[in-house]
Nanobody
Framework: EVQLVESGGGLVQTGGSLRLSCAASGFTFADYAIGWFRQAPGKEREGVLCISRDGPTYYVHSIKGRFTISSDNAKNTVYLQMNSLKPEDTAVYYC?????????????????WGKGTLVTVSS
């Protein structure tokens, strides 16, 4: 059974940092791209970052220079390092597995999702 479990969310002040983890199981981790998405209150879910064998893919411009994505194949875990956090980064963050080895252009290219972890950035 494919499972994706996010952790690391919480409350942080503006300018602070958090590192989210996405622990994967039930599939050959190295064969699939993994992405991070977020959904802010009252807004649609949007892509943040994705990582594949080809490296990272940025889905939203506003996080460039602040967020990075990495993976540890030995631990079957993808990380989202978030620095210089802003109140507009407040959202539930989800990780998802791509249906292929590459990062898809659209959310519908992801086939399995975690339940999410809440990140709240206070002003």
């Amino acid at each position: 059974e494919v499972q994706l479990v996010e952790s690391g969310g919480g409350l942080v002040q503006t300018g602070g940092s958090l590192r989210l983890s996405c622990a994967a199981s039930g599939f050959t981790f190295a064969d699939y791209a993994i992405g991070w998405f977020r959904q802010a209150p009252g807004k649609e879910r949007e892509g943040v970052l994705c990582i594949s064998r080809d490296g990272p893919t940025y889905y939203v411009h506003s996080i460039k220079g602040r967020f990075t994505i990495s993976s540890d194949n030995a631990k079957n875990t993808v990380y989202l390092q978030m620095n210089s956090l802003k109140p507009e980064d407040t959202a539930v963050y989800y990780c998802a597995r791509a249906a292929t080895t590459g990062c898809p252009h659209f959310e519908r290219g992801m086939d399995y999702w975690g339940k999410g972890t809440l990140v709240t950035v206070s002003s």
